[in-house]
């Protein structure tokens, strides 16, 4: 059952957090093994108590977060629970270990898995955090599809967005620890600049010189939402560098575009065609002016099936405060790949010899199969030959005259008199007649 933490009225934190007591039992009873065998001063005996409790430990959230994963209709508040769980096993972990450590002698503490047993529970709560903004981004998957539409100019698109996360991070500040919350509310955040990104590049967006102040009016937005909610300016400045480095591609001059790329192809899994389709919302570039700046795109970055390792520390030397974060948001949105020619002619060469390779590793491979199947017709038939050759051989037999004769079927074969010990009468003979009185 899901409690919560009481409010005793003296303004302390944590009033309303939400938890179930399936992390204080478990930590109860690892307390109680503990306590059985250490008056046994039993090194050993301590160590494989130990190390089965903490193997309890671990199918004890493995249980939690299948509870969680499985059930689609789980509420919020449950998940909170979960979450808060996990978080309080670290908590309660932290004494345990340091008793544990001053039981044992180094080499046998140093088999314990305490460390890996915490991080499991701090990966799980942080799982759990992302289950409860899934939720909440379900409820607002339709209002981001507004952005740079013609109802965007003329009223806030994001209005409903911001009136329903104040309604959940009212409630999920008492839910959720504070460090949870403050993760919960972080994620959000990101969350919001992908979907920004995303619709950004979405395709039949018409050029507008009102795009870059609209924009520039929206960022300041999601920055005073996200500060009014407990997120540091310095947080909010991080997070938000990807969405206003993108804007500035809107206006700057060309030859500043690598600048301005570089933390998209840092941050995202963005490519040449995710930087021609921002491109495109410029008014104020004709077409040989954004054919000479993806130009300098490539110059500057390559191809994405370039050596990456080389590509980012190029772009790392252009933006030294960047991070190397890889977000997957444009793998799955339809857009063209813009190609350098000579690269191009270069990439076609190569795969060209890669399939004339494969050609003809693939017609030795059947020239080594037909070999082996004449073979194998061959060694086939010479086996039927000496079959057959030992066939004859073993069909011969002995006459009951004493001569050579082929047996025929098994009935023929049955019928032919065998050999008979001496003194034993043959089948074949009549019996002897009774001796005269």
């Given at each position: ?64 977060l ?37 039981l ?10 305490f460390e ?5 529970f ?9 289950f ?177 390792a ?10 030294k ?20 020619p ?47 050759r ?6 011969v ?36 007649a009774?001796?005269?009185?």
């Amino acid at each position: 059952d899901i409690q919560a933490v009481a409010d005793e009225g003296d303004g302390s934190e944590g009033a309303g957090v939400l938890f179930t007591m399936a992390a204080v039992d478990a930590l109860q009873i690892f307390d109680q093994q503990l306590g059985l065998v250490i008056p046994t001063r039993n090194d050993e005996l301590v160590l494989r108590t130990c190390q089965a409790c903490l193997r309890s430990m671990v199918t004890f959230q493995e249980m939690l977060l299948a509870v969680v994963e499985g059930n689609t209709d789980l509420p919020i508040e449950n998940i909170c629970a979960y979450a808060n769980n996990c978080s309080r096993c670290v908590q309660y972990l932290a004494p345990f270990s340091e008793k544990v450590q001053k039981l044992l002698p180094e080499a046998m503490f140093e088999q314990l898995t305490f460390e890996s047993v915490e991080s499991s529970f701090n990966k799980n709560a942080k799982k759990c955090v992302g289950f409860c903004w899934d939720i909440m981004f379900t409820d607002l998957a339709g209002q981001f599809n507004g952005l740079l539409t013609p109802l965007w100019y003329q009223e806030d698109v994001l209005a409903i967005v911001w009136g329903t996360l104040a309604d959940f991070f009212e409630d999920l500040t008492l839910y959720l620890e504070k460090p949870l919350f403050r993760k919960l509310v972080l994620d959000c955040l990101d969350k919001i600049v992908l979907q920004y990104l995303t619709q950004m590049v979405r395709p039949n967006i018409k050029p507008d010189e009102r795009i870059p102040p609209k924009v520039q009016k929206d960022i300041e937005a999601i920055e005073a939402f996200f500060m009014e909610n407990g997120v540091r300016p310095k947080a909010c400045e991080e997070r938000l560098k990807i969405l206003r480095d993108t804007l500035e591609l809107l206006g700057c001059d060309v030859e500043m575009v690598p600048a301005y790329v570089a933390p998209l192809f840092l941050a995202t899994d963005a490519h040449p065609g995710v930087i021609d389709r921002l491109f495109s919302l410029r008014v104020d570039w004709d077409k040989p002016l954004k054919q000479h700046a993806m130009q300098l795109v490539f110059n500057t970055y390559g191809e994405e099936d370039d050596d990456e390792a080389a590509a980012l520390a190029k772009i790392r030397a252009a933006v030294k405060d960047g991070t190397s974060k890889k977000i997957l948001l444009f793998r799955r949105l339809d857009i063209p790949k813009v190609v350098d020619p000579v690269r191009q002619r270069e990439k076609e060469k190569r795969e060209k010899e890669k399939r004339e390779q494969a050609e003809r590793e693939r017609q030795a491979a059947e020239a080594r199969a037909r070999e082996a199947e004449a073979q194998a017709i061959k060694d086939a038939q010479e086996k039927a030959r000496s079959t057959r050759r030992t066939g004859i051989v073993g069909s011969v037999g002995l006459s009951p005259d004493g001569g050579i004769a082929a047996l025929g079927s098994s009935r023929d074969r049955r019928s032919v008199a065998t050999p008979t010990s001496p003194g034993a009468a043959s089948p074949a003979s009549p019996a002897p007649a009774p001796a005269a009185r």
